[in-house]
């Protein structure tokens, strides 16, 4: 289980629907949280995937954690993985690569 920042983004970040599996799909679901860049953002309801990368959260206003995606794309390139054409390990998917949260 990853940590959030309040109960609140644990409660919305961590969403589960019995109607719909994907987050995107779901009208109610409003944060997702992507643990291989940590980085959260507000869902755009538009039939896509998007969604609107945040910088605090919406219910205590604390800052969350700094995106790592840059850093993900650098590690991948460091091991010779290309994200975009070979198969990117499952530590990376996940945000296993990036070690213990930071609290």
Not at 71 to 97: H, S
């Amino acid at each position: 289980m990853t940590d959030h920042c309040c109960a609140a983004m644990t409660a919305h970040a961590g969403r589960s629907c019995d109607l719909h599996a994907d987050p995107f799909d779901c009208p109610d679901a409003l944060v997702r949280f992507d643990p291989a860049h940590r980085e959260y953002g507000l869902i755009v309801h538009d039939g896509g995937r998007s969604a609107i990368t945040i910088a605090f959260c919406p219910w205590c206003g604390r800052a969350l954690p700094e995106s790592q995606r840059d850093r993900w794309f650098e590690e991948l390139e460091r091991l010779g993985i290309d994200p975009w054409t070979d198969d990117v390990p499952a530590e990376f998917e996940d945000g296993r690569w990036l070690g213990p949260q930071p609290r």
